[in-house]
């Protein structure tokens, strides 16, 4: 798995799982839609409601990326 904190070019796509910090709580969250205007749509692993946000706003973030070579058919 391919981790990344590196905060100058977020550079999500969709499939991503983030981490960031919301209110001074850790919150995960798979990035649904990209669009070309830095808009996300990111899926709340908590059980909220899906929500958007500006890639350029988010603070303290980390993306976690599975590997392609070890991604195995079932």
């Known amino acids: ?9 977020h550079g999500l796509r969709a499939g991503d799982v983030i981490e960031i910090t919301v ?8 990035v649904m839609i990209v669009s070309e205007d830095d808009q996300l749509l990111l899926d709340l692993f908590d059980g909220d409601r899906p929500v958007f946000a500006r ?14 070579e070890l991604l195995v058919a079932a």
């Open 1 to 9: 798995m391919n981790v990344s904190t590196d905060h100058s070019d």
């Open 23 to 30: 209110r001074g709580e850790r919150r995960t969250a798979e």
């Open 55 to 68: 890639a350029s706003t988010l603070t303290d973030l980390a993306v976690y990326r599975p590997d392609a």
